[in-house]
């Protein structure tokens, strides 16, 4: 092979290199969007189930036991 022909292939992976490179910074950068995005949305539902359960009324107190009546028959 000749001085050119391996200098052209190896600016064609040179070129594919950077193409890859590109397409991953661009997928990097989609995913980032994405986890803050989903950040966000974990911290209003988070901030949505605090509000919830303060405004939630307390349990009613339990009734008071009630004395045990004497069984009939025994």
Wanted: hydrophobic share 40%.
């Amino acid at each position: 092979m000749s001085f050119w022909t391996d200098a052209l292939r190896a600016l064609q992976q040179v070129a594919l290199l950077q193409h890859k490179v590109e397409q991953a910074l661009t997928t990097a950068e989609e995913a980032r969007r994405h986890s803050i995005e989903t950040r966000e949305r974990v911290i209003r539902l988070e901030t949505l189930i605090d509000i919830a359960m303060k405004r939630q009324p307390a349990a009613p107190p339990a009734p008071p036991a009630l004395p045990e009546s004497p069984q009939a028959g025994s």
